[in-house]
């Protein structure tokens, strides 16, 4: 039935809701034109409630009590740590929590991870050049001089809080400040070169590029090499004065001055600011310095260089030699630190244009080493992780967390098969090697000789922290894949193992202040929400070093117009297709009824086209719509969508120009 009346149009869709068939209607409220005009579809059905929405909202609430025990263990009152160390580290202490209010965790997450940040990023500041120290790196509120590894993962934090409010003004000048560093906007920060699309040196921040950095640290701990320049090197060069002088000029000749592959990473922090505000420039500069990758990537043969001249030139100061750059592949954790970068270039570009070519950055880069992968008799499949004159070496199992990220993406069937190719060739448990990270020894896992071990399943779910590198991503894989049907209650279960364990530690720790201290012991965070994104938004974990939130689908709080699911209902994305999503709610609540609001995508980038339960279907062809949940009631949706389609934004629905 279709009203019109002079000033409104208003559409009634109204189908009986029983038995699975739907009641959806746009339904008139009285405080905003999006909640004028949304679609709203009601549930009815009532059924026995599943286990894991009952886990889901228990680990929920779990992490809401564990959060103030950790706040009152580690912090002073005013939000700062009671342990020092770097930015990155004690930015690390709450990046998660902004993200967990995100999906409906309480407003006290919020409020103290904002606190913490101003708290740490106020203390982290030195404020005279006498006070410059280990623990005093930031100016104008931003590391100082630092690389895009450290950078990205003290500034997740600051992301994530755009998730939790994103008309907080401080917050909005950050983010514009922080990304003119480097669009060239403050004459102390001149950190890119406009010509030649290069970032212009390895260690970039608030005071500029660095002109010298520590030849003695990456060089020793094997994150960069002197080669072709320099081939061999004496183990002992550090120790005499004069040697080490001399190979500090001679590093920063060859390498300080380089743009690297894990600059990328600060595709992430301009497009932040493109999320606040929409302005173009933000976009251009992403666009202009992934072409410029892209197009080196396609001189070099293919291969991404790992080394790039003032000039823009491969390999300018190694003689052509494309290899041997900082963090690049002849660095011991150079697939790692060089992969996650170019998973969030590649989704930071694909998400502000749609076109799908930006996704070939990383996609080119997987393809690369799969086609170079070995196999051992059993049959374990081994991808090169590094690369010197002699050519590639240290073979080694997969890591998926990429692969995850460029089918996620993508949704195309081809890169779901270089899935499919890892899950045949994961033999053995487990697949990648404990204590690989703050060892010195430069040839670390290089020659590990992968023998038959025990069985590796997919279908495991361990109980571990959030800094995972996607070793969680194989049992979400195999539940889309409908393999693993236990997937979202084993997976809820595991993180609350995790969270009860780190609860143990906290109450049974008998330092004092003074201890935690002296000991700097890296607190164990009890916000874990990987899970609860993987189930709750259909997405890999965000890529820890920078990311921004991935999503299928996002939810809003439809009464208290505020981020995340309403107060006691389960979400799941329990199917992923190209052009299609399924979800699945429960409103556990017995009594009350709650209303939520369903958008597309972590920031609206994406537009649903139709929604359906059954043979029941409406017309969306929008960004959101909404849903409410009588008590204790359930509902399953068939969710059409076009994505990448929208222009992204921070902006929360009601604030937005309603689009359906």
């Known amino acids: 039935m279709l009203l019109k009346n002079k000033t409104s149009l208003k559409l009634i869709f109204s189908i009986l809701v029983f038995s699975g068939i739907l009641d959806i209607h746009a339904q008139e409220l009285k405080n905003s034109d999006f909640f004028k005009k949304a679609v709203l579809i009601k549930a009815s059905k009532i059924e026995p409630h599943p286990e894991w929405a009952i886990m889901q909202r228990h680990l929920m609430k779990t992490i809401e009590e564990a959060a103030p025990q950790y706040v009152k263990k580690f912090t002073q009152k005013d939000g700062t740590p009671y342990g020092k160390g770097p930015y990155d580290d004690v930015y690390e202490m709450f990046f998660n929590w902004p993200e967990m209010y995100a999906m409906g965790g309480s407003e006290y997450l919020f409020e103290t991870a904002l606190k913490s940040y101003n708290a740490i990023t106020l203390n982290g500041s030195a404020y005279v050049k006498d006070s410059i120290d280990y623990n005093h790196q930031l100016y104008k509120e931003f590391p100082r001089k630092d690389d895009w590894f450290h950078i990205s993962e003290g500034i997740t934090l600051f992301y994530n809080l755009g998730l939790g409010d994103p008309k907080l003004s401080e917050n909005v000048k950050r983010a514009k400040r922080f990304a003119g560093f480097y669009m060239n906007e403050d004459p102390e920060a001149q950190n890119f070169n406009t010509e030649y699309k290069t970032i212009k040196s390895i260690f970039t921040g608030s005071e500029g590029p660095a002109t010298t950095s520590s030849a003695v640290y990456n060089l020793r701990y094997g994150h960069t090499s002197l080669a072709p320049v320099l081939e061999y090197l004496e183990p002992e060069w550090h120790e005499k004065p004069e040697r080490q002088k001399e190979i500090q000029d001679l590093y920063d000749q060859i390498i300080t001055r380089t743009d690297v592959p894990v600059n990328l990473l600060a595709t992430g922090l301009i497009t932040n600011a493109y999320l606040y505000t929409g302005e173009e420039k933000y976009k251009k500069w992403v666009l202009d310095y992934v072409d410029a990758w892209m197009k080196r990537i396609a001189e070099n043969g293919g291969l991404l260089p790992d080394n790039i001249g003032q000039t823009g030139k491969i390999g300018e100061y190694r003689n052509g030699q494309w290899w041997g750059g900082l963090y690049g592949w002849y660095g011991r954790y150079g697939v790692l630190m060089q992969f996650s970068a170019l998973s969030v270039a590649s989704e930071c570009a694909y998400m502000l244009t749609g076109d799908p070519k930006y996704l070939d950055l990383l996609r080119g880069q997987i393809n690369s080493i799969m086609q170079r992968a070995k196999f051992t008799k059993e049959g374990q499949m081994l991808v090169p992780f590094r690369y010197k004159k002699e050519g590639w070496y240290s073979y080694r199992p997969m890591m998926i967390q990429d692969l995850a990220h460029l089918w ?138 920078g990311g921004l939130l991935r999503a299928t689908v996002r939810y809003f709080d439809g009464d208290l117009q505020r981020p995340g699911l309403p107060q006691d209902v389960s979400a799941l994305v329990d199917g992923i297709q190209a052009n299609e999503t399924k979800l699945h709610l429960v409103n556990l609540n017995p009594v009350e009824t709650r209303k939520l609001i369903i958008q597309s995508g972590a920031f609206g980038e994406h537009s649903f086209t139709e929604v359906a339960e059954g043979q029941s279907k409406i017309a969306v062809n929008g960004s959101y719509f909404m849903v409410e949940l009588p008590p204790a009631s359930s509902i399953h949706l068939t969710i059409g969508m076009k994505r990448f389609v929208n222009k992204p934004s921070y902006s929360f629905p009601w604030d937005k120009k309603y689009s359906n």
């Not at 874990?528 to 259909?538: N, P, S």
């Open 408 to 545: 996620h993406a993508s949704m195309d069937p081809e890169d779901w098969k270089k899935i499919e190719v890892l899950m045949k060739g994961n033999k053995f448990h487990p697949l990648w090697g404990e204590g690989v990270w703050g060892q010195n020894t430069l040839g670390e896992l290089d020659t590990v000789v992968w023998k038959k071990a025990e069985p590796f399943d997919w279908n495991l779910e361990e109980s571990m922290g959030d800094r995972t590198f996607g070793l969680t991503e194989h049992a979400r894989l195999m539940y889309y894949a409908g393999k693993n049907p236990d997937w979202p209650l084993e997976v809820l279960k595991a993180d609350y193992t995790e969270v009860m364990k780190r609860m143990n530690f906290m109450q049974n720790d008998p330092r004092n202040i003074y201890s935690i201290q002296k000991d700097d012991l890296y607190p164990n965070n009890p916000v874990i929400t990987k899970g609860l994104v993987q189930t709750t938004m259909g997405t890999p974990q965000t890529v820890y070093n």
